[in-house]
């Protein structure tokens, strides 16, 4: 009998704006892998009959998106230390013993910065936003060996939550404050979706941040944000954020398809393209 060939997908809702199955079908065709990555557009109230059904019909995995990634972790029967630790799960893997949980965004943001900067050792950092983009970012931060990390947010009691969660290298600015607190800083990321098209700009000034602090911004659509420009306007090292996308979904597509890909040019080219 001839194996079905190998199946995974992701999960959203909605789903209809995301890149992973452009990004994973373009691996597919260039390594001629017989497989499929299908995007489903699963209600949240849905989610835990969609995760019992795909591993009966032939699925080896899945990608979850907003708003599914929280719950994902929960129905897990596994989660990786990562997973736990930023509180959900992007990436899950199935098998007979059941769902296993991964986040793989911080390794994604990791990957990016270090491509561009392989010599990156954050010491003193500045993380806009305090949602759950933010939450893998300060794990990738500490993991890296940051022992400041400076964090603001429009909402201020989230970010200290994460101050609370996350201990004392976690320092929370008020918002008013954003731009003094870039001061001495090495790194700047913005994880929250301000600049984003179709929401408001992040108002930011770079003045008080150190020439050679790289900065980067989660923000992939635009690809240069406004913070990206203003800050190659004045010499800082940038980085997008379409890099953390296509770096995450490394992981997940060598556990479904047996197979590690390469992130370059042409993945970037694919996943762009109109």
């Known amino acids: 009998m001839t ?4 199946i995974a997908a992701v ?31 699963v209600a949240p109230e849905d989610l835990e009959a969609a995760l019992a059904l795909l591993p009966r019909l032939g699925f080896r995995g899945a990608n979850v998106t907003l708003p599914h990634k929280e719950a994902a972790l929960a129905l897990a029967a596994e989660a990786t230390p990562t997973a736990r630790r930023i509180g959900a799960a992007n990436t899950l893997f199935f098998s007979d013993a059941g769902i296993r949980a991964d986040n793989t965004d911080a390794y994604g943001f990791t990957r990016n910065i270090l491509d561009h900067r392989p010599d990156w050792r954050p010491r003193v950092a500045a993380v806009i936003g305090a ?27 989230r970010a200290a939550h994460l101050a609370q969660e996350f201990g004392a290298a976690i320092r929370v600015h008020p918002w008013q404050a954003r731009s003094d607190m870039l001061s001495g800083c090495d790194t700047l990321v913005n994880a929250a979706a301000l600049g984003m098209t179709g929401k408001p700009p992040l108002e930011l000034s770079l003045d008080a941040l150190p020439q050679d602090a790289i900065v980067n911004d989660l923000v992939y659509a ?12 004045r010499g800082n090292p940038a980085v997008d954020g379409l890099g953390m996308l296509l770096h995450q979904a490394v992981p997940g597509f060598e556990g479904w398809f047996g197979l590690r890909p390469a992130v370059d040019a042409a993945l970037r080219d694919a996943v762009l393209a109109p």
Do not use: C, F, M
């Open 131 to 157: 949602g759950g983009a933010a939450r893998a970012i300060i794990v990738a931060l500490l993991d890296q060996g940051a022992h400041e990390i400076r964090l603001t947010n429009r909402t201020p009691d």
């Open 3 to 6: 194996p079905s060939p190998p």
């Open 222 to 233: 635009p690809l240069e944000t406004a913070l990206l420009a203003a800050a190659r306007a």
């Open 11 to 41: 999960l959203g809702y909605p789903v209809t704006h995301s890149r992973s199955p452009r990004l994973h079908g373009h691996w597919l065709e260039r390594h001629k892998i017989a497989g499929h990555y299908v995007p489903l557009q």
